[in-house]
T-cell receptor
Framework: AQTVTQSQPEMSVQEAETVTLSCTYD???????LFWYKQPPSRQMILVIR??????QNATENRFSVNFQKAAKSFSLKISDSQLGDAAMYFC???????????????FGSGTQLTVLP | DTGVSQNPRHKITKRGQNVTFRCDPI?????LYWYRQTLGQGPEFLTY????????KSRLLSDRFSAERPKGSFSTLEIQRTEQGDSAMYLC?????????????FGPGTRLLVL
């Protein structure tokens, strides 16, 4: 079974600065998908960025980018020019690429609570 | 596209009572997922539907839990004889599973408190 580990329960960053959230995972599969979701307080979870494991190029979405290290099974999220609205719980998630019924679920880490300081 | 909606948003019940939650997915999304999230933790998978067929159930889904998705549209999750350990946020997500890189879109969740 796959596992996802987020070793930083809490992080803080000064507004306009850059912060990196860590995520490691364990899998025996060679092809899979990785996601970062953001869950603001009392609001629904939204997708921040996603990465296909077969792609060597790191995904980027505006101020959000990832550092995907497949051999190290590491998938960190970098937030540049942090804004107050970035404050939220961030979850790293894994999904298998296998096209079977049981492979569609997301496996989440325990989350990192990000505080943005004005 | 109005997003995934869930009702009720909050539910307080007494131990032993039955509760039912509803999820309305994004229209035309053929896949629907239920997750449970306890305080300070990431969501954990409960069950998954493709259209009206329930294809996968987690071992977290005890026999007190039942989920349905009639006609492949909305879904309901029922918990019978609730226990205090059932207190959690129940999240629903939907996706359009036409490609391997499907993205799950989450609803706001139903927060259950069992007294």
């Amino acid at each position: 079974a796959q596992t996802v580990t987020q070793s930083q329960p809490e992080m803080s960053v000064q507004e306009a600065e850059t912060v990196t959230l860590s995520c490691t995972y364990d899998t025996s599969e060679s092809d899979y998908y990785l996601f970062w979701y953001k869950q603001p307080p009392s609001r629904q979870m939204i997708l921040v960025i996603r990465q296909e494991a077969y792609k060597q190029q790191n995904a980027t979405e505006n101020r959000f980018s990832v550092n995907f290290q497949k051999a190290a099974k590491s998938f960190s999220l970098k937030i540049s020019d942090s804004q107050l609205g970035d404050a939220a719980m961030y979850f790293c998630a894994y999904r298998s690429s296998i096209s079977s019924g049981s492979a569609r679920q997301l496996t989440f880490g325990s989350g990192t609570q990000l505080t943005v300081l004005p | 596209d109005t997003g995934v909606s869930q009702n009720p948003r909050h539910k307080i019940t007494k131990r032993g009572q039955n509760v039912t939650f509803r999820c309305d997915p994004i229209s035309e999304h053929n896949r629907l997922y239920w997750y449970r999230q306890t305080l300070g933790q990431g969501p954990e998978f409960l069950t998954y539907f493709q259209n009206e067929a329930q294809l996968e159930k987690s071992r977290l889904l005890s026999d007190r839990f039942s989920a349905e998705r009639p006609k492949g549209s909305f879904s309901t999750l029922e918990i019978q004889r609730t226990e205090q350990g059932d207190s959690a946020m129940y999240l629903c997500a939907s996706s359009l599973g036409q490609a391997l890189l499907e993205t799950q879109y989450f609803g706001p969740g139903t927060r259950l408190l069992v007294l």
